[in-house]
T-cell receptor, first 115, second 111 residues
Framework: AQTVTQSQPEMSVQEAETVTLSCTYD???????LFWYKQPPSRQMILVIRQEAYKQQNATENRFSVNFQKAAKSFSLKISDSQLGDTAMYFC????????????FGKGTSLLVTP | NAGVTQTPKFQVLKTGQSMTLQCAQDMNHEYMSWYRQDPGMGLRLIHY???????DQGEVPNGYNVSRSTTEDFPLRLLSAAPSQTSVYFC??????????FGQGTRLTVV
């Protein structure tokens, strides 16, 4: 079974600071994709960043970057220069090629950015 | 380009009623899926489809039916609603790896 674990139910960070959200996963596959999704209070699911397992270089999207450790099956998200608009639920997800490329999600981390 | 469109956005049902949540995508994606989101549980896969005429069960399929007669549409049917099906439902579509595109969700309350 493929599982995704987010061990931090809630986190808080001050505006302009840096925060790291943790995610671990378990899979027997060698080639796969990992994602971080953001869900603001509007409940829209927004893709933040993705990582392809065969790429050693960590993905970066503006203030968002990942630390992908394939051997450790770890996929953390770093948010730099946090902004109030970053307040949201963040979900780590693993693409499941055995289920029509649907996603396995972690339970989420609620991030609060304070002034 | 509308992306993934879900209707309705909100719905209240009485126990035992049936209804269909609609999902349509205009990106010619092969893969479509339905999830439910409950507090503290993340999103869990209900059913998925890998193309027209092909569907399969996900993690929590009981009480739900799906069909995929066209590439664009993937409706989710609740045959006899139960309070345990109170949740937020998301439809998503993708073409394999790039990452799924989500609809805006349907908040369903069963009383």
């Amino acid at each position: 079974a493929q599982t995704v674990t987010q061990s931090q139910p809630e986190m808080s960070v001050q505006e302009a600071e840096t925060v790291t959200l943790s995610c671990t996963y378990d899979t027997s596959e060698n080639n796969y994709y990992l994602f971080w999704y953001k869900q603001p209070p509007s409940r829209q699911m927004i893709l933040v960043i993705r990582q392809e397992a065969y790429k050693q270089q960590n993905a970066t999207e503006n203030r968002f970057s990942v630390n992908f450790q394939k051997a450790a099956k770890s996929f953390s998200l770093k948010i730099s220069d946090s902004q109030l608009g970053d307040t949201a639920m963040y979900f780590c997800a693993f693409i499941n090629s055995n289920s029509g490329y649907a996603l396995n999600f972690g339970k989420g981390t609620s991030l609060l950015v304070t002034p | 380009n509308a992306g993934v469109t879900q209707t309705p956005k909100f719905q209240v049902l009485k126990t035992g009623q049936s209804m269909t949540l609609q999902c349509a995508q205009d990106m010619n994606h092969e893969y479509m899926s339905w999830y439910r989101q409950d507090p503290g549980m993340g999103l869990r896969l209900i059913h998925y489809s890998v193309g027209a005429g092909i569907t399969d069960q996900g993690e929590v399929p009981n009480g739900y039916n799906v069909s995929r007669s066209t590439t664009e549409d993937f409706p989710l049917r609740l045959l006899s609603a139960a309070p345990s099906q109170t949740s937020v439902y998301f439809c998503a579509s993708s073409n394999r790896a790039p990452g799924a595109f989500f609809g805006q969700g349907t908040r369903l309350t069963v009383v």
